[in-house]
């Protein structure tokens, strides 16, 4: 598959996957943070899913579906050879103890200091939070994946969030389809275009100052 | 703790629910769910004005969902509502009181309960609109929220197998939320799917030891 035949969302996928250091212990999101598994080189991260699985493998093939084992998103899994299972209150003292090197998260919003809006909308029932919160307190780092802009076109990385954030402490990099910003003490740093984006595309798209 | 019997019929183990009641029922959505016991609910006059911790409330009519629907349900605890939307509209309308935890709390709180632990400082959540009405306290330098810890009066779990004693051991990850659940509550119930004879698990495989579980209730076959 060519760049070009990616979807938006492998194609963000693909630009997070080379941020996973070798070997690491990686919590991937529900949506685009999933996809990230695909890009990466087989048995190169030991994925982590909250819901107590250590050691997430591929999509099982039809027939070999376990309903005993799916990842936080509920999708089928399967588990690769030196896994783990472990309950809820184990998962999360991994998580919000520091044992996590890497969580890649999905956003609605950014804010300029690199805080995110990720779990509720403004004047909706506040109904579902999930393991959000903890993995933005408790991994080492955090990654955001997500699309540059919201799909009616208004940028996602604004100068302050209008959705209820998820933590205040500010995530480590962001990836979009378009760029990637690192999280400084002084804001958001754009360190890469995407080859199909243009710094003048990312200015008009971007609602928050950035060097 | 008695001795399982590996006939204990639903009915006769759902006794103990009664109006009011607090019940922590195990399962991430539908996975690790003791649906039988839920089933059991259903049929159950004391199962009425429930407080039910979870991490959700089932699927729309399966599950915790199916409860909800015969009105069983007066409040659920939990981490996330939003994948079933009976829930939102029990919600909207007044029928369903909510009170929303960050997952690794909802753990925790779990753990705390059947441990002995009166609540406990997490930074999870802090600055945020679920810290609203929440003690604050910087320990280490970082600002941490106060949650007080869980218990119900009775809790549903399921596991994979159960000894003649009780001890249990989980599939993959039906574990989740259960060998917690199976710790906090006055009265604990195991769905199984099987019971093997006192001896028959390697004591370095069993989860959740016997003293916590109260009865347990076998949907296949008794070895």
Same mark, same amino acid.
């Given at each position: 598959?060519?760049?070009?035949?990616?979807?938006?969302?492998?194609?963000?996928?693909?630009?997070?996957? !080379?941020?996973?250091?070798?070997?690491?212990?990686?919590?991937?999101?529900?949506?685009?943070?999933?996809?990230?598994?695909?890009?990466? !080189?087989?048995?190169?991260?030991?994925?982590?899913?909250?819901? /107590?699985?250590? /050691?997430?493998?591929?999509?099982?093939?039809?027939?070999?579906?376990?309903?005993?084992?799916?990842?936080?998103?509920?999708? !089928?899994?399967?588990?690769?050879?030196?896994?783990?299972?472990?309950?809820?209150?184990?998962?999360?003292?991994?998580?919000?103890?520091?044992?996590?090197?890497?969580?890649?998260?999905?956003?609605?919003?950014?804010?300029?200091?690199?805080?995110?809006?990720?779990?509720?909308?403004? /004047?909706?029932?506040?109904?579902?939070? /999930?393991?959000?919160?903890?993995?933005?307190?408790?991994?080492?780092?955090v990654i955001v994946a997500t699309t540059h802009t919201a799909k009616d076109g208004t940028p996602k990385i604004v100068a302050d969030a209008t959705f209820p954030l998820t933590a205040q402490r500010p995530v480590d990099l962001v990836v979009t389809e378009a760029a990637t910003f690192a999280v400084t003490p002084g804001g958001l740093e754009l360190v890469d275009i995407a080859d199909d984006?243009?710094?003048?595309?990312?200015?008009?798209h971007t609602a928050a100052p950035f060097r | 703790m008695t001795l399982v019997s590996p006939t204990t019929s639903i009915a006769a183990a759902l006794a103990a629910v009664r109006p009011g009641a607090t019940l922590m029922v195990g399962g991430f959505g539908l996975v690790g769910a003791p649906l039988a016991l839920i089933e059991g609910l259903l049929v159950h006059p004391g199962a009425r004005?429930?407080?039910?911790?979870?991490?959700?409330?089932?699927?729309?009519?399966? +599950?915790? +969902?199916?409860?909800?629907? &015969?009105?069983?349900?007066?409040?659920?605890?939990?981490?996330?509502?939003?994948?079933?939307? &009976?829930?939102?509209?029990?919600?909207?309308?007044?029928?369903?009181?909510?009170?929303?935890?960050?997952? %690794?709390?909802?753990?925790?709180?779990?753990?705390?309960?059947?441990?002995?632990?009166? +609540?406990?400082?997490?930074?999870?959540?802090?600055? =945020?609109?679920?810290?609203?009405? $929440?003690?604050?306290?910087?320990? %280490?330098?970082?600002?941490?929220?106060? *949650?007080? @810890?869980? *218990?119900?009066?009775? @809790?549903?779990?399921?596991?994979?197998?159960?000894?003649?004693? +009780?001890?249990?051991?989980?599939?993959?990850?039906? $574990?989740?939320?259960?060998?917690?659940?199976? =710790?906090?509550?006055?009265?604990?119930?195991?769905?199984?799917?099987?019971?093997?004879?006192? %001896?028959?698990?390697?004591?370095?495989?069993?989860? =959740?030891? *016997?003293?916590?579980?109260?009865?347990?209730?076998?949907?296949?076959?008794?070895?």
């Open positions: 598959m060519t760049v070009q035949q990616m979807t938006v969302q492998q194609r963000i996928a693909a630009r997070v996957a !080379p941020h996973i250091p070798r070997g690491a212990v990686v919590n991937l999101g529900i949506g685009i943070p999933t996809l990230v598994a695909d890009h990466l !080189p087989a048995g190169t991260a030991h994925l982590q899913t909250e819901n /107590g699985l250590l /050691g997430v493998g591929p999509t099982p093939g039809p027939g070999e579906i376990d309903p005993d084992l799916v990842h936080a998103g509920k999708l !089928p899994v399967t588990a690769r050879p030196g896994a783990s299972y472990f309950a809820s209150s184990a998962s999360f003292g991994m998580i919000r103890g520091g044992h996590v090197e890497v969580a890649v998260l999905g956003a609605l919003q950014i804010d300029a200091r690199g805080r995110i809006a990720n779990w509720a909308l403004p /004047g909706k029932p506040v109904l579902g939070v /999930g393991g959000a919160m903890d993995l933005l307190v408790g991994a080492r780092t984006h243009d710094l003048a595309w990312i200015r008009t | 004005d429930l407080t039910v911790i979870s991490n959700n409330l089932g699927e729309p009519g399966r +599950g915790l +969902g199916r409860l909800l629907l &015969d009105g069983r349900v007066r409040k659920a605890v939990g981490s996330y509502f939003t994948s079933n939307p &009976d829930v939102v509209a029990a919600y909207e309308a007044g029928r369903l009181e909510v009170e929303l935890l960050p997952q %690794g709390t909802l753990a925790e709180a779990i753990r705390a309960g059947g441990a002995g632990i009166g +609540g406990f400082y997490t930074r999870t959540g802090w600055g =945020t609109a679920l810290a609203q009405g $929440r003690e604050e306290r910087v320990i %280490g330098g970082e600002p941490h929220l106060f *949650h007080e @810890a869980l *218990h119900a009066d009775v @809790a549903l779990i399921r596991a994979r197998t159960a000894d003649e004693l +009780g001890n249990l051991v989980y599939s993959k990850t039906a $574990r989740n939320f259960n060998p917690d659940m199976a =710790t906090a509550a006055d009265v604990v119930i195991a769905e199984v799917d099987e019971v093997v004879p006192v %001896g028959a698990l390697d004591p370095e495989e069993i989860v =959740t030891p *016997h003293l916590f579980v109260d009865a347990v209730v076998c949907t296949g076959v008794a070895r």
